[in-house]
Antibody, heavy 122, light 112 residues
Framework: EVQLLESGGGLVQPGGSLRLSCAASGFTFSSYAMSWVRQAPGKGLEWVSAISGSGGSTYYADSVKGRFTISRDNSKNTLYLQMNSLRAEDTAVYYC???????????????WGKGTTVTVSS | DIVMTQSPDSLAVSLGERATINCKSSQSVLYSSNNKNYLAWYQQKPGQPPKLLIYWASTRESGVPDRFSGSGSGTDFTLTISSLQAEDVAVYYCQQYYSTPVFGPGTKVDIK
């Protein structure tokens, strides 16, 4: 069974940093692109970032470009999101999501983790 | 960026009746070289992550009940629940993946 388990969320002050992790199991991790999607409290879904299966290509939403860094360790079947210079508007549930192809673009997202909550507040 | 809109914002349907959700993109998401519409539908139940229902506008994901169907092409799409069940209460999102992914604002479905 394909499983994605996020961790690393929590309360952080504005301007602070946080690193999210996503442990993947049940599939050949390196064969698939992965993505992060977030959902602010009571709001809709916003794509944040994505990375190809090899890790060689990365993509970011304009809202996080220059502040967030996506990476993966295929030997550990783990996806990461390093979040720096956090703002109140980054407060959200962050979902780790699998893409059914090695490259990110032009594909939907087929498996979602349960999410981890990030709260940016003083 | 492509802008996605959905209508209605919410709807209440009697058990066993049909529910119809519309999704519109600001530009076509039909890729002419393969004649595929880059449009997906997701279901999000309260307190749960989204779940993929439909991709390529009309292909049902494995395990999704056949009362869910997707249709449309170009810029106008529809998700239909042919006979609403209690477990279908959720928010439904469309999403285009023709370019940088963008989700619609969601449509909340309740029981009347």
């Amino acid at each position: 069974e394909v499983q994605l388990l996020e961790s690393g969320g929590g309360l952080v002050q504005p301007g602070g940093s946080l690193r999210l992790s996503c442990a993947a199991s049940g599939f050949t991790f390196s064969s698939y692109a992965m993505s992060w999607v977030r959902q602010a409290p009571g709001k809709g879904l916003e794509w944040v970032s994505a990375i190809s299966g090899s890790g060689g290509s990365t993509y970011y939403a304009d809202s996080v470009k220059g502040r967030f860094t996506i990476s993966r360790d295929n030997s550990k079947n783990t996806l990461y999101l390093q979040m720096n210079s956090l703002r109140a508007e980054d407060t959200a549930v962050y979902y780790c999501v699998k893409v059914p192809a090695a490259m990110f673009f032009y594909y939907y997202m087929d498996v979602w983790g349960k999410g981890t909550t990030v709260t940016v507040s003083s | 960026d492509i802008v996605m809109t959905q209508s209605p914002d919410s709807l209440a349907v009697s058990l066993g009746e049909r529910a119809t959700i519309n999704c519109k993109s600001s530009q076509s998401v039909l890729y002419s070289s393969n004649n595929k519409n880059y449009l997906a539908w997701y279901q999000q139940k309260p307190g749960q992550p989204p779940k993929l229902l439909i991709y390529w506008a009309s292909t049902r994901e494995s395990g999704v009940p056949d009362r869910f169907s997707g249709s449309g092409s170009g810029t106008d799409f529809t998700l239909t629940i042919s006979s609403l069940q209690a477990e279908d209460v959720a928010v439904y999102y469309c999403q285009q993946y023709y370019s940088t992914p963008v989700f619609g604002p969601g449509t909340k479905v309740d029981i009347k």
